[in-house]
Each structure stands twice: as C-alpha cells, then as structure tokens.
C-alpha cells in the first residue's frame, strides 16, 4: 500500500454456495492486504462440535443449550486461514458431507447466530488494516455497517458446475439439488436469512472467470477507499 494511513476497509461478500465467494474473497484481501473472515466456516465448525459431542441436530432446544460451549478461533490470514475448535485444527473436518447436511439446521438456531454473530463482529473490529468477510448475512445482519457491500450471484447450474468441480466425482444433478435446498432453508429462515442489502453491489459470476470476479471486486474496493 502506497499510503501507510490507508482507512481500513471493512468488506462484506454474500451469496450462495458456488458463486466463487471464497474463492473471490480470499484473492481481493491477499491483493489489498486486508484480513479475510470465512463465516460459513464458521457454522461449519459448530456443528462439527455439536455432532462430534453427540448434540441431537433435530432438537433446537438442544443445540441453543450448548450454543456458547465451542471455543473457536478463526486465522485470518487469507493466504492460509485456519480455524481451530477447542484448540483442535478443523479445517478438514468441516469440509465432510455429515457436517455440511446439517449445517442449516444449525445456523438457523437464533441462540448459534448470536453467539457466532458476536464473535465475527468481534473480529472484523479488530481488524487494523481492514478485513474481507464472507458469508450470507454480512452485509444485512452482522456488519450492517460495512463500508462495501457485495452479493455475489450466479445461475444454479454454473453453481452445481463449481461445486462438483470442487467436490470431486459429485453428481451435478445431485450438487445442483443439494444447492437448492440449502438456499431455501437459508432465505428462509427466520433468523438472519440469506439476502441482499438493500445497497449491496450484485455481481452476477454466471458468465465470468474468477479472475475476473476478482478484478471487478478489487476494483469496487479501491473506488470505495479512494472516496472515502
């Protein structure tokens, strides 16, 4: 950064899965130097500790009871962001299909949202330089603040496309169902569901390259701090 007195910069990223959100987020904070938050990594790891300590995922009740148990540390360091659970590395972990089927019904308890909530805002003000934070209700719900906000969309077949590039062998019928599904459970819940702000930037990735997702967002960033 050419200016040392450089504003920090608080980013949110929302959308849907396979949209190219982490992917996108990870590169714009690396490229301007800013932290770099994985919320849904986040939910992930409190639902692999509540079905790593036996927790009923089906009963509510059950899971708000425990909501503040985990202690999870997210590194945000976008070249290498690592979360830990109980001082356990669970970057793996997270990733099993088990932990990604229930994650809904986990991140829709209000009880998990608060206390995860808490703990994103948390980090994003101790962000110095500035921070990149991606999820699904950054820019409506956790930093309604932020100094930018972007939803990234795209079409549910170029989504399941990404996604069973990525979950390798995966069905693309099955991933595109999968998305769908979890879409619905998301935007509609009642806590915090998946939407756009009302001044969000919408970047629809359908037809473009990740490199050029990531020019256009880098871009909006550095035309929000130079206005500033």
Same mark, same amino acid.
């Given at each position: 950064?050419?200016?040392?007195?450089?504003?920090?910069?608080?980013?949110?990223?929302?959308?849907?899965?396979? =949209?190219?959100? +982490?992917?996108?987020?990870?590169? @714009?904070?690396?490229?301007? /130097?800013? +932290?770099?938050?994985?919320?849904? *990594?986040?939910?992930?790891?409190?639902?692999?500790?509540? @079905?790593?300590? /036996?927790?009923?995922?089906?009963?509510?009740?059950?899971?708000?009871?425990?909501?503040?148990?985990?202690?999870?540390?997210?590194?945000?360091?976008?070249?290498?962001?690592?979360?830990?659970?109980?001082?356990?590395?669970? *970057?793996?972990?997270?990733?099993?299909?088990?932990?990604?089927?229930?994650?809904?019904?986990?991140?829709? @308890?209000?009880?998990?949202?608060?206390?995860? =909530?808490?703990?994103?805002?948390?980090?994003?003000?101790?962000?110095?330089?500035?921070?990149?934070?991606?999820?699904?209700?950054?820019?409506?719900?956790?930093?309604? %603040?932020?100094?930018?906000?972007?939803?990234?969309?795209?079409?549910?077949?170029?989504?399941?496309?990404?996604?069973?590039?990525?979950?390798?062998?995966?069905?693309?019928?099955?991933?595109?169902? *999968?998305?769908?599904?979890?879409?619905?459970?998301?935007?509609?819940?009642?806590?915090?569901?998946?939407?756009?702000?009302?001044?969000?930037?919408?970047? %629809?990735?359908?037809?473009?390259?990740? =490199?050029?997702?990531?020019?256009?967002? @880098? =871009?909006?960033?550095?035309?929000?701090?130079?206005?500033?």
């Amino acid at each position: 950064m050419e200016n040392g007195a450089a504003q920090p910069v608080i980013v949110a990223i929302d959308g849907p899965s396979g =949209t190219g959100k +982490s992917s996108t987020s990870k590169a @714009v904070a690396a490229q301007l /130097g800013l +932290s770099y938050l994985d919320t849904g *990594a986040q939910y992930r790891a409190i639902t692999w500790w509540m @079905v790593t300590n /036996g927790i009923d995922i089906e009963d509510p009740t059950a899971i708000a009871a425990v909501a503040g148990k985990a202690e999870i540390i997210s590194g945000t360091d976008p070249a290498d962001p690592t979360i830990t659970v109980d001082g356990v590395d669970v *970057a793996g972990p997270i990733r099993t299909q088990e932990v990604t089927s229930k994650v809904s019904a986990v991140s829709a @308890v209000p009880e998990v949202r608060a206390r995860i =909530t808490e703990l994103q805002r948390s980090i994003a003000a101790s962000a110095e330089r500035g921070i990149v934070v991606e999820g699904r209700d950054i820019g409506t719900t956790v930093l309604p %603040d932020a100094d930018l906000k972007i939803f990234l969309t795209a079409s549910p077949e170029a989504r399941a496309a990404r996604r069973s590039g990525e979950l390798k062998g995966a069905d693309v019928n099955a991933t595109r169902e *999968a998305l769908v599904k979890r879409d619905a459970a998301d935007s509609s819940r009642k806590t915090s569901p998946l939407a756009k702000a009302g001044d969000a930037v919408e970047v %629809d990735t359908t037809e473009l390259s990740l =490199t050029q997702v990531i020019e256009c967002v @880098v =871009t909006l960033v550095e035309e929000k701090r130079a206005g500033k």
